[in-house]
């Protein structure tokens, strides 16, 4: 017997037309120990409001069955909002045009941000509170990257999905084993110090440092331990492949593809060996896009739909880790993705 459960039906991104080369900033030998090539980069007057926007508009074109006029909510994944105050989620919903009985808010994450937005929306559609929900993911990495700092400026690319998640007829859960992981105490492993209330932009005075490699950065810029990010990702991410795995009462070989976020691609290769991934479907295309943060994921499921047919993808693995420190992992089934019957 069948009834209602949340599931992903429709996907869309937006990545802005400008590339930084990593060859240009870093040489060809460094870039490709980052493994990334290039990264979009938005233009300086596009805030990640306006790319969350144009990435759900490339959804309701692209996709006939969704249409503004039925959105019920919208949830945004953003670091960086447009503005403080109010919430960058009640703009995008009005520029799109969706009726004004719509629920609207946006949710601070990062790398993990993806995952945690679809757990949220389960919540919101299984419960019965929303009949659908537009999840949007935005990011602007390189307002908070110093050019001379080549440890970070590599890494980041900008961007945006889209994501609309409803209500559907199924035989079981289409979006199931949800996995969560919290480290507050490494917060400084990746962060800004300046711009919110505990260090005020107009109270705090702006101070560079250079490190020994000659990198540059200030205290508006963000600040990331290396090291330190990579030894929590290498200690959680295998644990948390094998809580999901457990919940969802699987072995690796039934999955049929694993998307996580994508830091870099040194780290995604390691990670792959560490979990014990390496004869499995495995997401991984960094070269031309970079660590595009919450978009990352999202973004490796539109690259798989266009290798496979996503309705033939049963099971997938999705699991984002970074920021925070935090971490989320869940199965996703995309039976019914794109499916105009529904």
Not at 24 to 41: Q, S, T
Not at 105 to 113: R, W
Not at 285 to 303: F, K, R
Request: hydrophobic share 35%; glycine share 10%; charged share 20%.
């Amino acid at each position: 017997m069948s009834r209602q459960f949340a599931g992903i039906t429709a996907l869309a991104s937006y990545l802005p037309e400008k590339r930084e080369s990593n060859i240009d900033l870093v040489g060809e030998e460094r870039a490709k120990k980052f493994g990334i090539l290039e990264r979009p980069i938005a233009a300086p007057n596009e805030t990640p409001g306006d790319m969350a926007y144009r990435a759900a508009e490339k959804l309701l074109n692209k996709f006939v069955a969704v249409s503004a006029e039925n959105i019920r909510f919208v949830l945004l994944c953003v670091e960086t909002p447009d503005y403080i105050v109010p919430n960058t989620a009640c703009h995008i919903a009005s520029r799109l045009g969706i009726p004004k009985n719509c629920g609207a808010v946006d949710y601070n994450l990062g790398c993990s941000g993806y995952v945690y937005g679809l757990a949220l929306a389960k919540g919101l559609i299984e419960t019965g509170l929303t009949p659908n929900v537009l999840l949007l993911t935005c990011n602007k990495s390189s307002d908070y990257t110093h050019p001379k700092d080549m440890n970070l400026r590599p890494l980041f690319g900008d961007g945006a999905t889209a994501t609309f998640i409803e209500a559907v007829d199924a035989p079981s859960e289409l979006l199931h084993s949800f996995v969560f992981g919290t480290d507050g105490e490494g917060f400084q492993k990746l962060y800004l110090p300046v711009g919110g209330n505990r260090h005020k932009p107009l109270d705090t005075p702006r101070v560079f440092e250079n490190d020994a490699n000659g990198n540059v950065r200030s205290n508006y810029e963000l600040h990331m331990d290396g090291n330190g990010i990579f030894l929590f990702t290498m200690r959680t991410v295998p644990k948390l492949v094998e809580e999901i795995l457990t919940k969802a009462s699987c072995n690796r070989e039934d999955v049929d593809y694993y998307v996580f976020h994508q830091p870099n691609g040194f780290m995604m290769q390691e990670l792959q060996k560490k979990c014990r991934l390496t004869e499995r479907p495995f997401y991984r295309n960094i070269e031309h896009i970079g660590n595009t943060v919450a978009n990352s994921v999202p973004l490796g499921l539109e690259y798989v739909f266009g290798e496979a047919n996503p309705q033939s993808l049963k099971k997938v693995m999705l699991a984002g880790f970074g920021i925070g420190l935090s971490w989320s992992g869940c199965i996703a089934d995309f039976g019914f993705y794109g499916d105009e019957r529904r």
